[in-house]
T-cell receptor, first 111, second 114 residues
Framework: GNSVTQMEGPVTLSEEAFLTINCTYTATGYPSLFWYVQYPGEGLQLLLKATKADDKGSNKGFEATYRKETTSFHLEKGSVQVSDSAVYFCALSVNNNDMRFGAGTRLTVKP | DTAVSQTPKYLVTQMGNDKSIKCEQNLGHDTMYWYKQDSKKFLKIMFSYNNKELIINETVPNRFSPKSPDKAHLNLHINSLELGDSAVYFC?????????????FGEGSRLTVL
């Protein structure tokens, strides 16, 4: 079946530290890959996406590259801020009616 | 205007009761979903509807019954509530034809069963 596995949290970093959250996937067919972010008390919102191999998604300083050879879509940011504290979800979609999420990784950034 | 709105935002009820959560989207999307998020933030799909037709029905107790009166609404009715039903329920929508796969989420409905 289709699924994603992401690193367990929580992750605690100091402001301006480098962030990596690992995500690997298993899929039949050719999935699109996504990172969603959930701020406290809110619903999920799309952070970035990549729809084919070698695509790089980027937004708000975050980046992730679709690596078909390693079935990965790791999230990175060069310098995190306190406002980046949230739960981050890796997700995949093989067709548009079925989005599967990873377990979520809670990030806390301390000043 | 809120794109995906769900009500109520908070719901506290006793075991054995029946309750409903409503969801409406004004984005003109074809597909709507219900997700359940447990206390550890794990997000699991429950149902997916495309143009009022059931597309995905995961292994969910039949106490949970979705109803889609039109493609802008997807309501969730839960019978005989149990303690384990306590969670945050998220409604979402997407436009299948756009082929972006992006989901737009509501703010969630926190259900607490006592």
């Amino acid at each position: 079946g289709n699924s994603v596995t992401q690193m367990e949290g929580p992750v605690t970093l100091s402001e301006e530290a480098f962030l990596t959250i690992n995500c690997t996937y298993t899929a039949t067919g050719y999935p699109s890959l996504f990172w969603y972010v959930q701020y406290p008390g809110e619903g999920l919102q799309l952070l970035l996406k990549a729809t084919k191999a070698d695509d790089k998604g980027s937004n708000k300083g975050f980046e992730a590259t679709y690596r078909k050879e390693t079935t990965s879509f790791h999230l990175e940011k060069g310098s995190v801020q306190v406002s980046d504290s949230a739960v981050y979800f890796c997700a995949l979609s093989v067709n548009n009616n079925d989005m599967r999420f990873g377990a979520g990784t809670r990030l806390t950034v301390k000043p | 205007d809120t794109a995906v709105s769900q009500t109520p935002k908070y719901l506290v009820t006793q075991m054995g009761n029946d309750k409903s959560i409503k969801c409406e989207q004004n984005l003109g999307h074809d597909t709507m979903y219900w997700y359940k998020q447990d206390s550890k933030k794990f997000l699991k799909i429950m149902f997916s509807y495309n143009n009022k037709e059931l597309i995905i029905n995961e292994t969910v107790p039949n106490r949970f019954s979705p109803k889609s009166p039109d493609k802008a609404h997807l309501n969730l009715h839960i019978n005989s509530l149990e303690l384990g039903d306590s969670a945050v329920y998220f409604c979402a929508s997407s436009q299948a034809e756009m082929n972006t796969g992006e989901l737009f989420f509501g703010e969630g409905s926190r259900l607490t069963v006592l």
